[in-house]
Nanobody, 119 residues
């Protein structure tokens, strides 16, 4: 099993910044992808950004140029630096770790942290 603990959400004005962090523990494979998803009110969960142990990143178009994801493989932590925040970034943000064993993929989720951006 893998446990994910998130921190760093909160309330910020439009144009401001927040940084989310997530620490993973447990049975973590040497190769995995960690990332952030978000679920706005009344909408489905969507990918924000992810990063692999090799450093490959993927961002949602809506956050490119504003958000930066990074990780520390030795500490199994992932950070999401969010700049130039907009009201539409308001959502519950979830940390995710995905790792594969053979043909099976396993997803683990954090408890979620609220990000609210006021206009």
């Amino acid at each position: 099993q893998v446990q994910l603990v998130e921190s760093g959400g909160g309330l910020v004005q439009a144009g401001g910044s927040l940084r989310l962090s997530c620490a993973a523990s447990g049975s973590i494979f040497s190769k995995n992808a960690m990332g952030w998803y978000r679920q706005p009110p009344g909408k489905e969960r969507e990918l924000v950004a992810l990063i692999t142990t090799g450093g490959t990143t993927n961002y949602a178009d809506s956050v490119k140029g504003r958000f930066t994801i990074s990780r520390d493989n030795a500490k199994n932590t992932v950070l999401l630096q969010m700049n130039s925040l907009k009201p539409e970034d308001t959502a519950v943000y979830y940390c995710n770790l995905r790792q594969r064993q053979g043909v099976n993929a396993y997803d683990y989720w954090g408890q979620g942290t609220q990000v609210t951006v006021s206009s």
